[in-house]
């Protein structure tokens, strides 16, 4: 996944990643142990930083891992963190605990993305939820986002899809905000101009959905007959030292209803 770069020189970099946290040069310098006039000559490129300055910065700036490795390359440095395919035999514990993880959460939903929410693992209980879907859509790599908002994907049967679709949206805006992905901001300009099916136009309080959570926007969707209601968690790792498991994420669909998760466990059984 290739970065967008704002500006030439790690200072102006420093400065992007200092002004969409909205701190200012003085609380910044109080949290990385400096001066402002330090962090103002970086900036400038009056000063070059260390290393260690950098890495510093970033951690406080919290700048993902893969533009710390842009701006340690931006200052004159090598890059610190790896970026390890997910199928490299270093990666196998990993790929074992994911697997165990997922197939523990069945007959729930379950599935890892990557940091353009391409499925790299996934559980039976995604593919219940994928039946219907356009063959095309399940070529590899399956996106999670083009499964979900495309026409002849989920969103004809997700009954309050307006309501999800905007969640998502937003979601994607922030992390393009935040990981400045050249790839992901493309795939957030395809996903956003789907056409909304028919079936969505005019939708507020989907009829026969089941009542607004009060903790959760829930996911409802039809599914052979029935409506079936999800809320959503995603986990992350904590920590990473490796690009790639940076940008992976655990999602995990809770049954919203009594009635949901007794199908689902039904189906399981």
Do not use: K
């Amino acid at each position: 996944m290739t970065t967008v770069a704002l500006d030439t020189g790690v200072g102006p970099l420093l400065r992007s990643w200092r002004e969409q946290r909205r701190l200012s040069q003085l609380e910044l310098a109080l949290r990385a142990d400096s001066s402002a006039r330090h962090i103002s000559f970086i900036e400038t490129g009056r000063s070059r930083p260390s290393e260690e300055m950098v890495l510093r910065l970033a951690e406080h700036l919290d700048v993902p891992v893969r533009e710390r490795n842009a701006l340690l390359v931006m200052a004159g440095y090598a890059p610190r963190y790896t970026e390890t395919a997910l199928d490299d035999p270093a990666m196998g514990a990993l790929r074992e605990g994911m697997e165990q993880l997922l197939q523990g959460y069945d007959p729930y939903p379950a599935l890892v993305v990557d940091g353009t929410y391409n499925v790299v693992a996934a559980n039976r209980g995604i593919a219940l939820l994928l039946e219907g879907v356009a063959g095309h859509l399940l070529a590899p790599p399956l996106n999670a986002m083009r499964l979900t908002l495309h026409p002849e994907g989920l969103a004809p049967r997700i009954r309050n899809l307006r309501e999800w679709r905007a969640d998502l949206l937003a979601q994607m805006e922030r992390q393009i905000a935040l990981a400045r992905s050249a790839e992901l901001r493309e795939l957030y300009e395809e996903v956003a101009a789907y056409p909304v099916p028919e079936s969505a136009d005019g939708q507020d309080e989907p009829a026969g959905a089941p009542s607004a959570l009060s903790f959760a926007l829930p996911m409802v969707v039809e599914h052979d007959g029935r409506v079936l209601s999800f809320v959503s968690s995603i986990a992350t790792f904590n920590t990473p030292m490796d690009v790639t498991v940076a940008e992976l994420a655990i999602e995990t669909f809770l049954p919203a209803d009594q009635e949901t998760a007794m199908y689902l466990r039904s189906l399981g059984s």
